[in-house]
Nanobody, 116 residues
């Protein structure tokens, strides 16, 4: 089975940094766009950042200038570098990827908590 597994979440003080990773494993022969989404407490899931297989990126306005998305195609991995974290960044962060030309897949999520 193809799996997406996130890691790197945790508890951090406001102004600090975290780096999230998401690795695809299993029978992977193609990955298209990859992205990070988050679900704050009591709110709907929202797009944080997205990167195409060609390297084009998009960011939510709330994270521009603070977060950076990148990918390593050789390792089937996407990263999210989060700097200058704010309390409002607290959420469960989910990895998303289009694998093997199929429907987008989701990771299990990783908790990011920012204390102020």
């Amino acid at each position: 089975q193809v799996q997406l597994v996130e890691s790197g979440g945790g508890l951090v003080q406001a102004g600090g940094s975290l780096r999230l990773s998401c690795a695809a494993s299993g029978n992977v022969f193609s990955i298209g766009a990859m992205g990070w989404y988050r679900r704050p407490p009591g709110k709907q899931r929202e797009l944080v950042a997205r990167v195409t297989n060609g390297g084009d990126t998009n960011y939510a306005d709330s994270v521009k200038g603070r977060f950076t998305i990148s990918r390593d195609n050789a390792e089937n991995t996407v990263y999210l570098q989060m700097n200058n974290l704010k309390a409002e960044d607290t959420a469960v962060y989910y990895c998303n990827a289009a694998i093997n030309y199929g429907l987008p897949r989701w990771g299990q999520g990783t908790q990011v908590t920012v204390s102020s």
